[in-house]
């Protein structure tokens, strides 16, 4: 009978592109994801993985199992998540993923109370932009994943993943206490023009937001500095080194040398959302999971 872990290691390496990859995202080391194949080869009867230079890819029978094996798996997760939910469990290991500032100040409090009220679930958290959250939990790697989108910058979602609102979440402007827009109410687009930003990598979503946000004025934010960590956003503002665009979810104190100032038209609003299998939607650990979350932003 083909094993169930070696099927989704073999899968891990399809989705991740190596045996290293697929070894990182699992949580396992390199040599047990191959060893797991090398199980699933002789369970099989066929080679499922060909050596390529320095790297293996799939064989042709490797991704019929994959594909065919895929709905295998979810076809698994759907019944263990019933019978949870007949029995009313919530135990085991659950895997979560999201970006930095929601684990700072969205799944960090809501894991104390879980672990308190569920003493035999086990958490695992890893932090990851959206994009490869949603890949995560997509390929059953994480079984949650919390995301965000600004605006217009979405994400796109598999027909198998469900998306669950959250919360909102607004972004300020942090200058310098004596910066001469330090005293405005709020500022526009307009009124940043010439600024010198600290902005988050271009490969981030927070980073395209920060470009649509320039639409019409016929000028793109002028980037001085990038760093993928909010706080060292604070301290390159607090350096004199530029303004950031910081959400308030997960932020530092500012002390006393910044000031936040709103910005409109628009208002930098990102959307936080959970993302979960819908195959685990009757899971029980899945329902407590984000009633956890809804019980902390239930009031946004």
Excluded: N
């Excluded at 979560?96 to 700072?104: C, G, K, L």
């Excluded at 004596?178 to 023009?193: E, G």
């Excluded at 308030?248 to 910005?263: C, H, I, K, M, Y």
């Amino acid at each position: 009978m083909i094993d169930l872990d070696a099927l989704a290691a073999l899968r891990a390496v399809a989705d991740e592109g190596s045996v290293i990859a697929a070894a990182r995202a699992t949580g396992f080391t390199a040599s047990a994801v191959s060893q797991q194949i090398k199980r699933l080869e002789r369970q099989t009867g066929v080679p499922l993985l060909e050596r390529v230079g320095r790297g293996v890819m799939l064989t042709s029978h490797g991704e019929h199992l994959v594909e065919a094996g895929t709905q295998v798996l979810a076809d698994l997760e759907e019944l263990e998540a019933g019978l949870q939910r007949r029995a009313g469990v919530v135990a085991g290991r659950f895997r979560m993923a999201a970006f930095s500032t929601a684990i700072r100040g969205l799944v960090a409090p809501v894991v104390s109370g879980l672990r308190d009220a569920h003493p035999d679930l086990t958490l695992f958290l890893t932090e990851r932009e959206p994009w490869d959250t949603v890949d995560l939990v997509a390929a059953g790697q994480v079984e949650l994943g919390i995301v965000h989108r600004w605006g217009a910058v979405g994400l796109d979602i598999p027909d198998h993943v469900v998306a669950t609102p959250l919360t909102q979440d607004v972004a300020d402007l942090i200058v310098p206490v004596d910066h001469p827009l330090a005293t405005q109410a709020a500022v526009t687009p307009h009124d940043l023009i010439e600024v010198p930003w600290i902005a988050t990598p271009p490969d981030t979503i927070c980073r395209q937001w920060l470009h649509r946000m320039y639409d019409g004025t016929g000028r793109p934010p002028r980037v001085a500095h990038e760093s993928g960590e909010f706080d060292s956003h604070l301290a390159m503002v607090a350096a004199g080194l530029g303004v950031a665009l910081v959400p308030r979810l997960g932020r530092s104190a500012l002390g006393d040398g910044l000031v936040a100032v709103p910005v409109k038209e628009p208002v930098p609003t990102r959307l936080v959302d959970a993302v979960h299998r819908r195959s685990m939607s009757a899971s029980p650990t899945v329902t407590a999971v984000l009633a956890a979350f809804d019980a902390v932003t239930g009031a946004d």
